[in-house]
């Protein structure tokens, strides 16, 4: 069975500090998607990255960057000097079994984090 | 390009009422899922329909029911509703499969059941 496990409820830092929110997931296939989502205030999922079982190497895009260990089944995710507008939830979902396209999503419960001015 | 698109943004409703919320897909995305996002329950996966039919449905009772029109937007409707049916519901589109791709989602009908 599936699951994915965000341990960090809320998270407050200061502008500027760098902050890590944590994914583990679970899942007994070999090929699976791993997703980031960002949820402002205003409720819209917004993208962030996806990542394949087969690809471990670690992202930067701008300030994010993503941390991807097969070994301890995480996939954590990075903010460098964080700013008021990061304020937001943050999701960590897994799919499974994408070659048959079953494509829905499992989504961790989320961590907000608050960036404080 | 137009993002997906939903309808209403709010809705109130009464127990044991039927509601009925609309979904329209990016432009050239033939996929649609619908997935509930309760408090304390986070995101749950509801359906996903792609060119017309009902491909995998999350663990939810029959009265969560949706269909896929030929021009790909979607309806969820919720029949017989209750307390716990409050929710925001989210849309989302992919493109077709079976290369996979993210989803990308709409902004949401906050239901109320009263």
């Known amino acids: 069975a599936q699951k994915v496990t965000q341990a960090q409820t809320e998270i407050s830092v200061v502008e500027k500090e760098d902050v890590t929110l944590d994914c583990v997931y679970e899942?007994?296939?070999?090929?699976?998607?791993l997703f980031w989502y960002k949820q402002p205030p205003s409720g819209e999922l917004v993208f962030l990255i996806r990542?394949?079982?087969?690809?471990?190497q670690n992202e930067i895009s701008g300030r994010y960057s993503w941390n991807f260990q097969k070994s301890t089944s995480s996939f954590n995710f990075t903010i460098t000097a964080s700013q008021v507008v990061d304020s937001a939830v943050y999701f960590c979902a897994l799919s499974e079994a994408p070659q048959t396209g079953a494509n829905n999503l499992f989504f961790g419960t989320g961590t907000r984090l608050t960036v404080i001015p | 390009e137009a993002g997906v698109t939903q309808s209403p943004t709010h809705l109130i409703k009464t127990r044991g009422q039927q509601a009925t919320l609309r979904c329209s897909p990016i432009s050239g995305h033939t996929s649609v899922y619908w997935y509930q996002q309760a408090l304390g329950l986070g995101l749950q996966f509801l359906l996903w329909y792609d060119e017309g039919e009902e491909r995998n449905r999350g663990n939810f009772p029959p009265r969560f029911s949706g269909r896929q029109f030929p021009n790909y937007s979607s309806e969820l409707n919720v029949n017989a509703l209750e307390l716990e049916d409050s929710a925001l519901y989210l849309c989302a589109s992919s493109p077709p499969i079976p290369t996979y791709n993210e989803q990308f989602f709409g902004p949401g009908t906050r239901l109320t059941v009263l």
């Open positions: 990542r394949n079982s087969f690809d471990e």
């Open positions: 899942t007994r296939d070999t090929t699976y998607y």
